[in-house]
């Protein structure tokens, strides 16, 4: 009974907060005597208006999948993986570093993508080691760390961008050079996007939710969410787990880091992140870790922000709007649902 209240009270947030913040955008663009439909209906519309921003917002929707999946596993677990932003960068930086070593090689190109994907992978994991270890050693907790690791994360990114890796005669502000074609990530016709990518991203997706919510191992997790002291009792949650998961979140960010230079831009650039894992965790806390609505939640963010800059110039707006919808919705959200739970007093 209290699950199915909760789930009612969740749908209700979602939809009641979602209407509110149209509601609240349309006073805000009213006052610059814009329609605030034409807006909302254009937001909707230009996803669907051509192939190409079609597979644009496909393009950023799968990452951020990615992502979502290295966070709500550690979030089942009551870690705060805030280092996933860094671990993003570390990985694209890990795959970036041994494809160019590689790419000039004899090796076969697709053993190079796949030893690229494989450093990528391990970067974002030992990234996430870090902060796995400072919280079982020192007491650090990993919002602090992974704040920290993120600065970290970026400026070595910047370092190596504007100076080992600078292209000659660049001032390297849009990235390093790009990789040979031959070790990019197959595509769909001239879009930004690897059909590999989408098969990849929708297995693991899609794994990651079911191993979450429908097996003991996941069961196992939430139990140590609900209880954090449980790890004291017969040593079920000893260090080595807690490093097992957090550097299992780093993974997949960090393979998403090398799908992001090797699919998506095919070099390392300055913003490979792009917020993403901020971005991720902010829908993660909106939908209560729920991994279906984490998806369509993504989608939606992913429609906006994909198409902010031609809706601000078509509009004679600030891109900035598309943020003040994204964190006025989570936070309409996240106050509707708390509200419910206060009120008709539904336990967690």
Sequence with gaps: MQTDKKTIFFLLSLILSFVVILLLIKLLLAAYHISGWQVILDLIRLPFSSSTKFFAVIAAWFPLL?????????????????????????????????????????????????????FGVIGGGVWAFISAVLKTQSGLHEIVSGIGLNVLALAISNWLILGPWRRFGAGSLGGTDMFNQAVWLP??????????????????????????????????????????????????????????????????????????????YHRLIPSVASGMGY????????????????????????????????????????????????????FCM???????????????
């Design 66 to 118: 990615l992502v979502l999946a290295s966070v709500l596993y550690a979030f089942r677990a009551g870690f705060w993986n805030i280092g996933v932003e860094g671990q993003i960068v570390i990985g694209a930086v890990s795959t970036t570093y041994i494809i160019r070593i590689l790419q000039n090689s004899t090796i076969s190109p697709a053993l190079v993508i796949v030893i690229g994907l494989a």
């Design 187 to 264: 595509d769909i016709g001239n879009t930004p996007i690897s059909y590999l990518f989408l098969l990849i991203g929708l297995i693991i997706y899609f794994a990651v939710s079911f191993i979450l919510r429908r097996t003991r191992y996941g069961l196992h997790l939430a139990a140590f969410h609900l209880n954090p002291k449980a790890k004291y009792i017969n040593a079920s949650f000893t260090s080595q787990s807690i490093w097992r998961i957090l550097v299992f979140s780093g993974m997949l960010a960090g393979f998403t880091g090398a799908i992001l230079v090797l699919g998506t």
């Design 279 to 330: 971005i991720a965790i902010l829908i993660s806390l909106m939908v209560q870790q729920q991994p279906l609505w984490a998806a369509v939640v993504a989608l939606l963010f992913s429609m906006t922000n994909t198409n902010s800059s031609q809706l601000a110039m078509q509009y004679q707006l600030a891109p900035s709007i598309v943020g003040v919808f994204q964190a006025g919705w989570a």
């Design 334 to 348: 996240l106050v509707f649902y708390q509200t419910f739970q206060k009120v008709f007093r539904v336990r967690e």
